[in-house]
């Protein structure tokens, strides 16, 4: 098994799937942060795609509920102005959620969106469940965000996974499912892609 574990580090150092090593924000933070989005509740899947294999680099969850969050599981999207806490991104305006898919879209990476919509209640409860969830270690980004949306009651059912591409054709076959893609041809450099990006917000 440690060749498997060893290689999945690999990958998800590359496309930007590590350990979180960024102190948590403070609560009085988070709540300064709080945005909550217009129209119905959605969740959507988020996966980097690597341009030449094809393969998998990273999970991760936008929640749009009562407050809009994006679940970033063992991410490196970390940078003065972004607010987290246990792998949680607070305050994601749509200017966040449009900086954050542009950090990974890159020369080697594209990101794909997959949105569904959910009831007020099952937004509520993926909040709980991601809030609850604290900190993930490397590589474990698909694991993590697998485990939760199998949590969320009236879902389709979730198998557990350590791969994104797997995680993204189980999500592929739900309900009213909206996938939207993001090619951009960026340098590899993910914290000068946020940055840039954030500096619009």
Sequence with gaps: MKPVFASLALVALLAGCAANVGGDS?????????????????????TMVNNRTGSGGHSSLLVSGSEQVIFDPAGSFRENGVVERGDVLYGMTPGWVKAYKSAHARSTYHVVSQEIPVTAAQAEQALRLV?????????????ATSAILAQIDGLPKVKSTFYPIQLMAQFENFPNVTTTKLFEDDPDDLSGAVRAAGSTQ
């Excluded at 403070?26 to 988020?46: H, N």
């Design 26 to 46: 403070s609560f009085e933070e988070i709540t300064a942060a709080s945005y909550r989005a217009g129209g119905p509740p959605t969740l959507t899947l988020i």
């Design 131 to 143: 809030k609850s969830n604290g900190s993930v270690p490397g590589a474990f980004c698909a694991s």
